[in-house]
């Protein structure tokens, strides 16, 4: 694909993002990371996005988002557009999807935090701290929280060389301590955020939609093969 390429991205995700693009002229439209509270609302304003990089000058866009259950369904833009495949950010921060199976598979029991989480307060801790507590109180908020990890062994930071690293392990483990769970870590690299805003992309790892086309869930379960068959992959 060539033309001038704009980019829409999760705030989780903005610093990877940024680390990519490394001061190149690309334009960045960081998207605030409560859509994901609303995911039936989510598309609305990342249509919104996508269109105003296409007035402005770009000619495709690449939406750094997953599926975000299923927040994504009904994304397109008047250019090409790449979306990677994954069900939600953090096979992405941890290289792959194929990379997040594999680590699923040989631990399953892990709730997984970033720099993006950290600062965006969507670790355990901040979210008692800042939404359950002020609703039902700090005794009821840890105890729902906790129920919430309850299937959790582990709580893992994933270091892809992003953030303060000292920072997160402290968090990491405040949040280990809070919860009574084992801390871990993972690294990374930013390799898949290379190939999502420079190429190539693979069937397995992203989709590649032509203008107009739309995203929806089904592309997130088709295997390569099926999207070539049906003239979706290029």
């Known amino acids: 694909m060539t033309g001038r390429l704009g980019l829409i991205a999760c705030d989780v995700v903005k610093g990877e993002i940024e680390a990519v693009v490394d001061g190149r002229d690309i334009p960045l439209r960081v998207m605030e990371y409560a859509l994901h509270e609303r995911p039936k609302e989510m598309a609305a304003p990342l249509n919104r996005a996508a269109g105003e990089l296409m007035d402005s000058g770009c000619e495709r866009v690449g939406l750094c988002y997953g ?5 994504t369904v009904g994304v397109h833009s008047r250019g090409w557009l790449t979306v990677p495949r994954c069900h939600d950010c953090i096979s992405m921060l941890v290289g792959s999807p194929a990379r997040y199976m594999r680590l699923f598979a ?23 701290e800042k939404r359950y507590t002020p609703r039902m109180g700090e005794k009821r908020a840890l105890k729902g929280m906790s129920l919430e990890l309850a299937n959790y062994r582990y709580i893992c930071l ?4 992003v953030g303060d690293i000292d920072l997160m392990r402290a968090r990491t483990r ?6 009574g769970k084992e801390y871990a870590e993972v690294e990374a690299d930013l390799s898949y955020f290379r190939s999502f805003v420079d ?8 989709l590649v939609l032509g203008p107009g086309e739309r995203v929806t869930e089904d592309l997130f379960y088709s295997s390569p093969a099926t999207l070539a068959a049906a003239g979706g992959e290029r």
């Open 158 to 161: 994933i270091n892809n060389g």
């Open 199 to 206: 190429g190539p992309w693979p069937g397995d790892d992203f």
């Open 67 to 71: 599926l975000c259950s299923n927040g």
């Open 106 to 128: 040989e631990n399953p029991g892990t709730y997984y935090i970033t720099d993006g989480w950290i600062r965006n307060a969507g670790d355990p801790l901040s979210t008692v």
């Open 174 to 179: 405040e949040n280990c301590r809070a919860f």
